[in-house]
């Protein structure tokens, strides 16, 4: 199979390369580097596209060559206050460049399969786990460009028929981070030696999946071929509060870490719970999650 994959230098990207190289795929990937790293992937300079998916001649160009008979399109910028302070940026990316995109996927004709990462950021504030049919409301801009993602595949799969999953992914942990979320932010206060760590709010419980676990169950949806179109969540079904998480690391430290709080990471609207339900992932595909928060941690602290 002829894989695409949009954003395939990134955090989660390169893991699902991983996935696919393994079964012996042959991978192209689509990425402007603002955000990833070359060097999280092995793939060949000749099926690696530097380039802006805001640039529909460029998108076009590229998937005419490319002939994919699977897209995953995880090429976005997501970093929540990043995506606050840039508006107009994410949207563009987000959404202009999630139609070209299409557009160029609907030129080109090889394509029997589109993947769309969203996030659980499409939902409003809610409290235990939130199934696939509860309401959408996003509280900020990312949200909103990604629910303008799903609309915009829907759409797609209604005007070419081609199976579409849309996938909205929790909490990402693991190698590679790219985005200075909490699990990298205490790593690399730890790593820079410091015992009393400085972080945002600590109520907040939040549902982190490693991301080879994640890459296990993109691939298990990517075997059903015959789909149609289906959204799934995408998390490990568990919430960890911010102190279990610091808790995770001094087990495999061995010492103690004290957390002080900084009033300018606090963000002034925030989510105390956000839990997937992950019954249809898991009843759909018979993928289930394996890798706990303390393994996860271990490995980050053992490199
Ligand atoms: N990390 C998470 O916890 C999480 C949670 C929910 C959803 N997601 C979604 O999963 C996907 C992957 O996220 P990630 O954590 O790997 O992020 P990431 O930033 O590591 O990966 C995104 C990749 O897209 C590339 N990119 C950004 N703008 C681009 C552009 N204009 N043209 C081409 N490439 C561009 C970046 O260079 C990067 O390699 C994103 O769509 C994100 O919205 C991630």
Redesign the pocket.
């Known amino acids: 199979m002829r894989v695409l994959v ?2 395939g ?5 390169s893991a699902i390369i991983q996935k696919l190289q393994e079964k012996a795929d042959e991978v192209f990937v ?7 790293n070359r060097s999280f992937i092995s793939i060949p300079d000749d099926r690696f596209y530097k ?4 640039n529909e001649a460029e998108v076009v160009e590229a998937l005419d060559e490319i002939q994919p008979e699977i897209v995953l399109h ?5 970093f929540i206050p990043y995506c606050n302070k840039h508006p107009f940026e994410a949207s563009d ?1 987000n959404i202009r ?1 999630t139609m070209n995109l299409l557009k160029a996927i609907k030129a080109c004709g090889s394509v029997k399969q589109f993947f769309f ?1 969203s ?2 950021a499409v939902y409003p504030i809610l409290d235990g786990p939130i199934p696939e049919t509860a309401e959408k409301k996003p509280l900020d801009i990312y949200g909103l460009t ?1 629910l303008v993602g799903e609309e915009l595949s829907e759409k797609f799969h209604l005007e070419t028929g081609i199976p579409t999953i849309i996938c909205r ?4 942990f693991g190698p590679n981070e ?2 200075p ?1 909490l699990i990298p932010e205490i790593q690399q206060q730890v790593n820079n030696g410091k015992r009393i760590i400085q972080l945002g709010n600590l109520d907040p419980k939040r549902d982190f999946i490693h991301t080879s676990d994640m890459a296990n169950a993109i691939d298990a949806l990517l075997q059903h071929v015959n789909m149609g179109f289906e959204i799934f969540n995408l998390g490990r079904g568990i919430e960890y509060s911010v102190v279990e998480v610091v808790k995770a690391f001094e087990a495999h430290l061995d010492e103690a870490i004290e957390i002080e709080v900084d009033p300018e990471r606090v963000r002034k609207v925030e989510r105390m719970h956000l839990l997937s339900d992950i019954s249809k992932i898991t009843s759909f595909t018979g993928w289930k999650p394996v890798v706990s928060l303390e393994e996860g941690i271990e490995t980050l602290i053992r490199g």
């Open positions: 949009t954003g230098a990134g955090f989660i990207g689509i990425d402007n580097l603002s955000f990833g380039l802006d998916i805001r995880l090429a976005a910028i997501h990316i460049g990462a996030t659980a990604k992914f929790f909490n990402a790219t985005n979320h």
